[in-house]
């Protein structure tokens, strides 16, 4: 099947710890994109990469850090940075090109920050 | 960054009513996406828009691109039990280099239906 998938579902982690986040897509497009949800909220974007070996800030880049070593793989790595780490995060990738660009998203992973 | 304000917060209404949300920017996208997310999930596409004053249908789903790339709309006919959930709007502005930058969501229209 095609897609986007995202582990774990669930995530616990210590306050202090750094924590990555998995994103893999099997879609071939080139454009990944993480999001960040907090409730209540719509998504928030902390990064994105248009190509590999290459990535951009998003508008809440701080206390996040992120690889595009591969097409298919973007893992978002939550520092201990990150004031409030807890929420949910999803991963998106993209077609580009004619007509547009549309994003398509992955199942999301909730990390909580105890 | 650009602002999205969605309206409708939340909607409830009856089985079999038509519903209909917009949203609104402060500058110009141009691709406008509508989301449904149910709770715990990922959004999933409904409708996409690349062109001013592109209206397009999906189903009982209806969605127009603004002439003036500010705004769009969302309308669902005929609601059924299943169209339960929050709807987002996100709008995209293509880079100076061409490529695809994020998306900027609204914070989303509560759909209730009451029985």
């Known amino acids: 099947d095609g897609g986007i998938t995202q582990s774990p579902k669930y995530l616990f982690r210590k306050e202090g710890q750094n924590v990555t986040l998995s994103c893999e897509q099997n879609l071939n497009h080139d454009a990944m994109y993480w999001y960040r949800q907090d409730p209540g909220q719509g998504l928030r974007l902390i990064y994105y990469s248009q190509i590999v070996n290459d990535f951009q800030k998003g508008d809440i880049a701080e206390g996040y850090s992120v690889s595009r070593e591969k097409k298919e793989s973007f893992p978002l790595t939550v520092t201990s940075a990150q004031k409030n780490p807890t929420a949910f995060y999803l991963c998106?990738?993209?077609?580009?090109?004619?007509?547009?660009?549309?994003?398509?998203f992955g199942p999301g992973t909730r990390l909580t920050v105890l | 960054g650009q602002q999205l304000n969605q309206s409708p917060q939340s909607m409830f209404i009856q089985e079999g009513e038509d519903v209909s949300m917009n949203c609104t920017s402060s500058s110009i996208f141009n691709t406008w996406l509508w989301y449904k997310q149910d709770p715990g999930e990922g959004p999933v596409l409904l409708i996409a828009l690349y062109k001013a004053g592109e209206l397009t249908s999906n189903g009982r789903l209806t969605a127009q691109f603004g002439i003036t790339r500010k705004d769009s709309f969302l309308n669902i006919s005929a609601s059924i039990p299943s169209d339960v959930g929050i709807y987002f709007c996100a709008g995209q502005l293509r880079g100076s280099g061409g490529g695809a930058d994020g998306l900027t969501f609204g914070k989303g229209t509560h759909l209730i239906i009451q029985p």
């Open positions: 998106a990738s993209s077609t580009t090109g004619d007509p547009g660009d549309t994003q398509y």
